[in-house]
């Protein structure tokens, strides 16, 4: 046991994960939940997530660890309706997958007599809801912590023993600078999905191509952007917002690269593709190597 009683803030797929992993690895005795839709609050209730609270401040009074599983957009009125009320030395942390943004927003409703760690679990699914929490989401993957800039001799110890909570529900952790998070995170994530979204968007519109051909015929390619582009729009709306600078700093390089390869196409430059495409290539092995990926064909599919 890490913590003795934790706050959950907002019941979704990471929020509801954490839940299931804490008790199931025994890293929380007591686990409180607490969510602003009432339709969501009973559905956690049915779930067996925790003690499910009425309200923010009723879920925090007690807890030593306070988790803000809300959209990122969404953490400043968290902070306002669930922050003010932790108690002395507990400890305040979020999961959003921007942290600059977040930190602005989250720590100056911090009290001084506890201490906010950022941090973000590099998990998550196409699904959404309460229902759609499972123990293993942080097993073998990546959690994130963008600790502040506290002198504090306790600070420093509410930062280690966060870690040993993320590493008791599987995860392995690792500390960054909260700007060089949302860079990276640019890269391995926002941009992605961000082309994705855009892909499915634009083969919807296609009039040369009825919707019902696109859907029939999708390819791997195709269906694998489809199950990113599933997503939670309003999470990924709020991320885009929350961290544009270093989004857009990204997709100005992926702009150019991808005029680059317009002009191998169009002048039938295949060593620039075949270069382009084997460099890629390798990136994949890397991830597989990485732990990040399975080598089975097709993600592993049967179909």
Not at 128 to 144: D, M, Q, T, V, Y
């Amino acid at each position: 046991m890490i913590f003795e009683r934790i706050a959950i803030i907002g019941a979704g797929l990471i929020g509801s994960s954490v839940a299931r992993a804490a008790r199931e690895t025994g890293a929380a005795e007591t686990i409180a939940v607490f969510d602003a839709s009432e339709d969501v609050r009973v559905r956690a209730c049915a779930l067996g997530l925790g003690e499910v609270a009425d309200s923010a401040e009723e879920a925090v009074a007690k807890a030593d660890l306070v988790l803000l599983c809300v959209p990122v957009g969404a953490m400043k009125d968290a902070a306002l309706s669930a922050v003010s009320e932790v108690k002395t030395g507990a400890i305040v942390t979020d999961v959003g997958s921007v942290k600059s943004a977040v930190i602005a927003d989250v720590a100056p409703h911090v009290p001084a007599h506890a201490f906010f760690v950022p941090g973000h679990p590099i998990a998550g699914t196409e699904r959404s809801g309460p229902e759609a929490g499972f123990a293993a989401l942080f097993k073998r993957r990546w959690h994130i912590l963008t600790p502040l800039a506290d002198p504090r001799a306790e600070y420093a110890a509410a930062v280690e023993k966060l870690e040993a909570f993320w590493r008791a529900l599987g995860a392995d952790v690792e500390r960054m600078d909260a700007a060089r998070h949302d860079v990276v995170l640019a890269v391995t994530s926002h941009l992605p999905h961000l082309i994705a979204f855009n892909i499915v968007a634009m083969a919807e519109d296609l009039e040369s191509v009825t919707e019902s051909e696109v859907v029939k015929y999708s390819a791997s390619g195709f269906r694998d952007f489809t199950r990113i582009a599933a997503s939670d729009p309003i999470m990924w709306r709020d991320v885009f917002l929350n961290n544009r600078e270093a989004v857009l700093e990204v997709l100005g390089r992926f702009t150019e690269d991808l005029a680059a390869l317009q002009r191998a196409i169009r002048w039938g430059d295949g060593q620039v593709l075949y270069d382009i495409f084997d460099r890629a290539r390798r990136m994949r092995r890397e991830v597989i190597e990485a732990g990040q990926e399975t080598p089975a064909p097709n993600w592993g599919r049967e179909n």
